[in-house]
């Protein structure tokens, strides 16, 4: 089962040579009493493996992380007779390497995290209250994990467990909607939702931007590292999940800009799905789109004079509007309509061939250029005209 799931996500070219490193391991390789692995995948593609060993008195967690490049990640927790977290220590290394690009070192005292964290060699301590807070480090799940395990315990219909993220604390919902099913968010405030056993141990889990984690018995975290970085040297690794695309054109006498970040289909739903309906999107991943002129130009039905805006888009089933926002340097999901001056109707037109990354562009047809914006085997455009 974990080779067939790994495999799949990686693609046909790497089946024979990750043959051999996803052989399950034998119970004598692992920890007797509470072990297992995770598969983390964005789509279809495998993003984060992970996996962990829990003994009485403390819980290391190791995982390799694909984007942009190969990073090897491990946490080990300590834990007190009762259960409780005492310490937490996070290292951060590149492949190789014997040094950690990041330490973050946790001790839990009373009510309070002392956090230490050093880079390039240098330490900075800060405390913050942190009272029963479940530390979340690197690309882990099992934190969460462990929050759904102590919600289990409490045995109430919603609980709220307190996640110590950065350098704050998060109170996370966890919410039973079934007798094997939780809805619960991340520290961001994202939704989840994740199938558990009888004591709260994740089996399964997925968010709306179709990130899934499945549970695995075990795997050869070593050699699937080694394979990883092999990729990465050749040319072939993952690169970024959402890759910054910068583009310029000279057109009747104005010079214009867009830069926004640039998402890949990954086998997932787009329009109506990993973009919803009757929202406001951020047209892109991470910061919102930018769009920059010298002189003032019609976007469709909108003037925008020299300067630079955000652009969103609101979708729905037939109908799209390009959203112009005077907001700038935001990320793409801090919208504010009362900073809009302006939204216009979009021409549709369906593709046959489908566009795996989302893509904006300016051209010219018959000497007009328009806004074309194009992800899936949708395709949309407004005339941009200098003035």
Do not use: C, K
């Not at 829990?54 to 190791?62: C, K, L």
């Not at 990073?71 to 290394?93: E, K, N």
């Not at 009362?338 to 904006?360: S, Y």
């Not at 047809?365 to 806004?371: F, H, N, W």
């Amino acid at each position: 089962m974990p080779s067939r799931l790994i495999m799949a996500a990686l693609g046909s070219a790497s089946l024979a040579a990750l043959a051999a490193s996803l052989v399950v391991q034998p119970v004598s390789a692992q920890q007797r009493a509470d072990s297992a692995a995770f598969i983390v995948r964005l789509g279809v593609d495998t993003t984060v493996v992970e996996r962990y060993v829990r003994t009485a008195d403390r819980i290391v967690i190791e995982g390799v992380q694909r984007a942009p490049s190969t990073t090897l990640h491990r946490l080990t927790l300590t834990t007190d007779a009762q259960g409780a977290i005492t310490s937490s220590d996070y290292t951060l290394l590149q492949p190789g390497a014997s040094t950690p690009v990041q330490r973050r070192f946790i001790q839990f005292q009373g009510d309070s995290a002392i956090i230490t964290t050093t880079q390039a060699g240098t330490p900075r301590t800060q405390r913050v209250a942190a009272r029963d807070a479940i530390p979340l480090a690197g690309p882990f799940y099992t934190p969460y994990e462990l929050a759904l395990m102590r919600a289990v315990t409490r045995n109430t219909p919603r609980s709220e467990i307190p996640l110590l993220a950065g350098s704050g604390v998060v109170a996370i919902p966890v919410e039973r909607v079934g007798r094997d099913t939780v809805r619960l968010e991340n520290q961001f405030g994202e939704p989840m939702r994740a199938r558990i056993d009888a004591q709260g141990r994740l089996l399964n889990l997925s968010t709306p931007a179709f990130t899934t984690v499945e549970r695995l018995r075990w795997i050869d975290l070593d050699a699937l590292a080694a394979q990883f970085a092999r990729r990465d040297e050749v040319g072939r690794g993952m690169g970024p999940l959402s890759p910054r695309q910068t583009f310029r054109i000279a057109t009747n006498r104005a010079n214009l800009w867009l830069d926004y970040s640039r998402p890949a289909m990954r086998g997932r739903p787009i329009w109506g799905a990993l973009v919803p309906w009757g929202a406001v999107w951020r047209m892109g991943a991470n910061d919102a789109a930018h769009f920059s002129t010298d002189r003032t130009v019609q976007i469709g039905s909108v003037t925008v004079t020299p300067g630079t805006y955000t652009l969103f888009l609101l979708p729905e089933q037939n109908r799209w509007q390009l959203v112009i926002n005077r907001a700038t340097g935001i990320s793409g999901l801090e919208h504010d309509p009362a900073q809009d001056i302006g939204r216009t109707e979009m021409t549709l037109e369906t593709v046959p061939r489908p566009a795996e990354l989302f893509t904006m562009q300016i051209e010219e047809v018959q000497g007009i250029p328009r806004l074309v914006v194009s992800w899936d085997r949708v395709r949309g455009h407004v005339p941009l005209m200098v003035r």
